[in-house]
């Protein structure tokens, strides 16, 4: 981050020459911006989350009782927490494998690479309104391809409404979100492993190194940095997934896909509790468990790192 | 116009410790073409960069005809500055690089046209006023970024060691070109270098920086002849100087006897001194028979290490006995010697410098300064 | 001899499996592309089959009666107001970190750019109080405010990477040209940065033509809604007219799909820009 430039402006007191209202004239704009409308609505959430607070009235203090109810006794939020846990912990996994496979397939200069990394790349570039309205309908127990397929086989004992049974929405919404995610790593994966210097693989190669070997132990370990942004990027979108919930299940059914966005989301603006602290705590414990979960996992590959090398 | 004065011009980065530009007082009068030169990292481009404006000066006064500069930002001092990078506009054609700094003083179209077809006629860039910097050769950046410059007419040229980015052949060619265009404008310039042969073939006047000081001002040959120091000494020449340590004996006739290896050089030394460094360069030793008649001479005698026949020259490298260091001595191009022959050199003691031994500055009375 | 038969064998094996993983990464769309020009009752009685007349009056039908023209017309002022504003506040901003040293610099980068990890739900409860506050909440000023405010650190993050890589000798030169530092940003920092900056106004405009939550929070009237909240409103109402949903999904696809046939490397790029170290 630290850079030569900007040299006009050592630190000399008294003396001109450091454009000082431009420096200032830069930024605020930026800066009025993040303070009004991300630090400040941050700091009033979290404020917000000691109160009750009803429309029309002066916010009344509650102290730790809204974090008391939703961790002790709040079994939608326990709901919540654990369904998009399971999304955010599985997800990570499974799309960044898959990635890792496309992405060996196309490393190995098949004809049509490009075409292929275009279309792979389309699913990441739709509304996930889109995608959850076109997945509801894949999905579909009567004309959905996803039976359609199954019954074609033979396998019609197993055709199902997947978005419509609480033990099957969970799974098929991470299966939709590893459909749009996958293609994305993929990319990404490539890129690192097209800036690899090339005569590693090659000397792999000649070694008569075996696929999984190469992978294991070439390609994993040198692009692992890669691997370690991916994996956090990826947990992060998950712990926030809302969109895609709220077009085709609403959390439902029986709670099966509530994530706490969707929770949050209800209780402020969809149920009429009408009271805005609650889901503040809500919001509020989510984040520090996001920060805490970004640290966990970045010191966790990291010093994995340290340790191999 | 373009006198330009620096009065104890001091530079500290942030909260170094060490000034980068420490005390550097320079008178530069209009007109005058003044080279600093010095290693890398002796703070010549900080010094430059404080003249345009580019970095704040901690301390001393920078004055231009007489005004003080210190807070002027840079685009109110009339400088124009050549970088060594060229810093062309890459989204710019040539023709709109030389223009830009005309448009922003709002000059009137005709005359920037005039200006800039004039400076293209000037540096043969009249072919390439529609290009982009990427579709130009090295040589052909460096005269746009000169070109810029020199439009804008300034009251000083600054430029931070432009040639060093060109190949050997152009190098010589453009210092050609940058010291005719000195003569036709007449401008004041000062020019950044580490390249002694530019500092000495180009510059009216020269000054020497060592870490963050003047370490000497003047005449390119003055400099070259009478170094204020050791260091200078063997900054200025290739081959460097020899400098060698030796005991004085004083005489009677204020001539003191000083011992060189196996022999003893009488010259004139102040008084107080048992220990002198003796600088002697290369082409101050003559071979038997090469001496010229005037030259007052004193003997060496050495063995030959290696010979390197240069065509016009000819460089050998010498030990001579009770020298620590090995000599080099720049002889006739005829000279027939080879690696391991023993030598007989003629010294010209008045071309010989001596510098005190312990803090390097020289003694005879001959260095001037200034 | 065998081992080029089998490394056909492999290379025929691998192409098949490639093919499969296309028509599963981009089928759905084919399917959906097909479907919005067949009427609801073609696709109830052969849901899977190519239309066999190109029924694009739906689409007229769609963007007057299913009241699209006014989304997509709302979306469209909202994302290029948005992306507007972004792409000169960041870029003064990424300018600033990149090209001036001043106190809190590291501070105040960090402190911007760490909100890229922040769920949106951290502030959506609280913008929404303050947009009622001050009079923009349901206004389609108050979701350009807020999407600025989302956006800002990514562009932030890509401009201010490739401002700190122009030379610093290029900012001086136009210094000795006389330029003041605002001259110099909109004559050197934004023309040189081209590239970047068009990596960074296609990424937003993407993002902000699918963003969603923000907009289904900020906006309640149907005309101000964009498409995404048009396009989820007519799901709620005509749940049955499969048909015409999938020509108000193809309306929203369709803008994506362009950039993307004319710009698909620039639009890789801005959106890995954030994972790719
Ligand atoms: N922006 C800066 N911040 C801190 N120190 C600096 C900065 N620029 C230069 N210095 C230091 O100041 C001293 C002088 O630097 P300067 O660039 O003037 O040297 P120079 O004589 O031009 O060398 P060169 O021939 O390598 O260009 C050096 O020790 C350098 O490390
Ligand atoms: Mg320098």
Redesign the interface.
Known sequence: ?E??????????PG??????G??A???A???I??F???????V??IW?SFFQ?FPNRPDEFVGWANYATLLFEDRFFHRAVGNTLVWALISPVVEIAIALL?AL??Y?R??GSRF?R?????????????VG???T??FNFD?G?AN?MLRAVGLDHWAQAWLGHPDTALPSLIFVTT?MW???NM??LL??MHSLPSEVLEAAELDNCGWMAKLRYIVIPLVR??IL??M??SF?GK??V??LV??TTRGGPLWSTET??TY??KR??NWNTFD?GY??A???I??VV??GG?LILTGLLRSRDKLEY | MGNVKLDRLTKRYGDADAAAVDDVSLDIERGEFMVLLGPSGCGKSTTLRMIAGLEPITGGTLSIDGEVMNRVPARDRDIAMVFQSYALYPHMTVFDNLAFGLKRRGFAREEIDRRVTDAAGILGLAPYLARKPHALSGGQRQRVALGRAIVRDPKVFLFDEPLSNLDAALRVSMRNELVKLHQRLGTTMIYVTHDQVEAMSMGSRICIMQDGRVAQVGRPLDVYRHPANTFVASFLGSPQINLVESGVTPGEDGRSTLVVGGARIHAHCPPGHSRVIVGIRPEDFYLPGEAPDDAVGASLAARVLAVEALGAETVLLLDVEGVEKDVTARVGRSAHTAAGDLVELTVDTRAMRLFDAASGVALDPGSTTG | MTTSIRFDLKHGFLVVALALYTAFAAGPFLWVASMSLRTTTEISAEPYALPDTLHFSKFAIAWTDGNYGTYFGNSVIVVLSAVAVLTVIGAMAAHCFARYRFPFRRFLYFLVFSTIIFPPQITIIALFQILVEYGLFNTRTGLVLAYVAFQLPITVYILESFFARIPSDLYDAARMDGYSEWEIFWRISLPVAMPALSTTVILNTILLWNEFLYAVVLITDDDKRTLPLGIQKYMGDQLIDIGMLATGLMIAIVPVVIVYVFFSEKLIQGMTAGAIK
């Open positions: 981050m850079h030569t430039a900007g040299r006009l402006t050592s630190s000399e003396l001109g020459l450091r454009p000082v431009a420096i004239g830069f930024l704009p930026a800066l911006i993040y009004a409308f991300t630090a400040y609505p941050v009033r959430t917000n607070v496309l397939a196309l190995a098949v004809p292929f275009l279309a792979w790349f389309t699913p990441v570039l739709m509304s996930y309104v889109v309205i076109i997945w309908w894949i004309w391809i359609g459909w996958a293609g994305f990319v990404v890129a690192a940095p890669t942004n991916l956090v990027l992060v712990m926030r809302f969109d709220w077009i706490v966005s949050v989301y402020a603006f805005l889901p503040c809500i919001a509020t989510w984040f996001v920060l970004v």
